[in-house]
């Protein structure tokens, strides 16, 4: 396990004590927080989703060219 996953891990972990104290302090949550609060702890596998800028025109066309690349090896090496 490299660094970045433990200290990722550790961060997750960070979070869910977090929202556990919060929890407990805030006292009788209602039952749309409790379960804010259980969505929240839960254990996230060490997978994140990270927000994707806009694609530009010549970024689009470089994976369209790449793409049309690949699939043509791949018919090729089918016809073998």
Do not use: F
């Not at 660094?3 to 960070?14: D, F, K, M, N, S």
């Not at 804010?36 to 025109?57: D, E, H, Y």
């Amino acid at each position: 396990m490299d660094l970045q996953q433990i200290i990722h891990q550790l961060r997750a972990e960070r979070d869910r004590i977090d929202s556990a104290i919060r929890a407990l302090e805030g006292g009788a949550l209602s039952a749309r927080g409790r379960r804010a609060v259980q969505n929240a702890s839960a254990p996230t596998n060490g997978r994140t989703r990270r927000k994707r800028g806009p694609m530009s025109a010549a970024a689009r066309k470089l994976i369209s060219e790449r793409m049309k690349k690949r699939w043509a090896e791949r018919k090729a090496a089918a016809k073998k």
